[in-house]
Nanobody, 123 residues
């Protein structure tokens, strides 16, 4: 089992920044690909960013490329999502996830999920 706990969400104006953190506990953190997903009201959950076990080869959804950066610290069992130039359409609940399934660089079918953290971007 892997337990994931997100933090760092909140309310921010368009153009602002937020940094999400995800703390992992349980099984060896570095064994898993990590990812961030989001779900806006009335929409399906979508992949935002993924990162490999070693911390290289990130994946980003087209909608966040150039604005979001995913990183991980295997020594501290943490994964981050730095979000810059936020837009109202980034408003969603953001979930941290862990697993080993992937297509290309993108994490798919995560085995473990966090509880989510709300990000609201006002216009």
């Amino acid at each position: 089992q892997v337990q994931l706990v997100e933090s760092g969400g909140g309310l921010v104006q368009a153009g602002g920044s937020l940094r999400l953190s995800c703390a992992a506990s349980g099984r060896t953190f570095s064994n898993y690909l990590m990812g961030w997903f989001r779900q806006a009201p009335g929409k399906e959950r979508e992949a935002v960013a993924s990162i490999s076990r070693s911390g290289d080869s990130p994946y980003y959804a087209d909608s966040v490329k150039g604005r979001f950066t995913i990183s991980r610290d295997n020594a501290k069992n943490l994964v981050y999502l730095q979000m810059n130039s936020l837009k109202p359409e980034d408003t969603a609940v953001y979930y941290c996830a862990a697993g080993n399934g992937r297509t290309g660089q993108r994490l798919i079918g995560p085995q473990y999920w966090g509880q989510g953290t709300q990000v609201t971007v006002s216009s």
